[in-house]
């Protein structure tokens, strides 16, 4: 697509349950990106897929987050036994690979656990 | 892992004055070095980057610098308005020339 695109944009959700967030890469781009901004916050890092390699999962902060990448394309995160901790825009992007690849970030999703 | 730090955390200038925000990071291997922009609301954009082997780039009323061997680059916004009001990140890479570790982020206010 002409962007990176995410959704759903706004996401509640009660406490324990699960989610997943879902993230559409420009087309072309083989690297994409998850982060996590929390209210006034920077972005911190969770997880990178990068062509076929393994992922780098070092951000994740615990094991009920995960995420997978099929076919090179679209990505899903999924949070599982949601936390009110968990709560934050949850931003997704994508580049070329290569060193001096700049990120275009798509325009996130709001999770909100009550 | 790359440690990243950005000074100010927060700026105030008037309308046509000079900002400027330093980030400095701790992997020498690292050879790029973006900032973004971010609006209140709206996602992160890339405003401008320089790799290790310049100096210094210019774009119109934006600059960076770097200075590779006390490691930290940057931000010169020269003529400030209204609208360079946001949030603003850098993002050095990592020496696995894979994902960017962001700052902390400078919130810049420019008053007309």
């Known amino acids: 697509g002409a962007g990176v695109s995410q959704s759903p944009s706004n996401k509640v959700t009660e406490k324990g349950k699960d989610v997943e967030l879902r993230c559409d890469p420009i087309s072309g781009h083989t690297a994409l990106y998850w982060y996590r901004q929390s209210l006034g916050q920077g972005l911190e890092f969770l997880i990178y897929f990068q062509g076929n390699s393994a992922p780098d999962k070092s951000g994740l902060p615990s094991d009920r987050f995960s995420a997978e990448r099929t076919g090179g394309s679209v990505s899903t995160l999924t949070i599982q036994r949601t936390q009110q901790e968990d709560s934050a825009v949850y931003l997704c992007?994508?580049?070329?690979?290569?060193?001096?690849?700049?990120?275009?970030f798509g325009s996130g999703t709001r999770l909100t656990v009550v | 892992g790359e440690n990243v730090e950005q000074h100010p955390s927060t700026l105030s200038v008037q309308e046509g004055d000079s900002a400027v925000i330093k980030c400095t990071y701790s992997d020498s291997a690292s050879n790029y070095f973006p900032w973004y922009k971010q609006e209140l609301g709206k996602r992160p954009q890339l405003i401008i980057d320089i790799r290790s082997n310049v100096g210094e780039k210019k774009d119109q009323r934006i600059a960076v610098t770097l200075n590779k061997t006390a490691k930290h680059f940057s931000l010169h916004i020269t003529e400030t308005q209204p609208e360079d009001s946001a949030v603003y990140f850098c993002?050095?890479?990592?020496?696995?020339?894979?994902?960017?570790?962001f700052g902390q982020g400078t919130e810049l206010s420019v008053k007309p």
């Open positions: 993002a050095p890479r990592d020496n696995q020339g894979g994902k960017l570790i």
């Open positions: 992007a994508s580049s070329l690979i290569g060193s001096f690849a700049g990120y275009t």
